[in-house]
């Protein structure tokens, strides 16, 4: 992509003393709120955020679908825990019967 070389003027300071603009907006790094919120926030965090916007997006496409669909994908899910919990008892009870390491 080719990009305008064009410079943008920045309006001058105001006779007042203090700058229009913070300093940021003056050297033409002004980011929003949002922004500069987002990048303080530990990458950890962020995933979490990031997880959680998606779970809502998909909940909302959930409840979009028709009602033969919907029922039909949440029969699959609750088979799906079920297993998922017969698993995690397996494996329980696998951990529990296995003698500790020498």
């Not at 007042?16 to 950890?44: D, V, Y």
């Amino acid at each position: 992509m080719i990009r305008d070389a064009r410079k943008i003027e920045q309006p001058p300071e105001p006779q007042a003393g203090r700058p229009a603009e913070t300093g940021e907006a003056w050297l033409g790094r002004n980011r929003s709120e949002k922004r500069r919120l987002w990048e303080r926030l530990n990458p950890r965090h962020r995933k979490e955020l990031r997880l959680l916007a998606e779970a809502l997006a998909l909940r909302q496409d959930h409840a979009r679908l028709p009602e033969p669909t919907r029922s039909q994908l949440d029969a699959a899910l609750d088979e799906l825990e079920r297993v998922v919990r017969r698993v995690a008892a397996i494996l329980a009870e696998v951990a529990r019967r296995t003698p500790p390491p020498m």
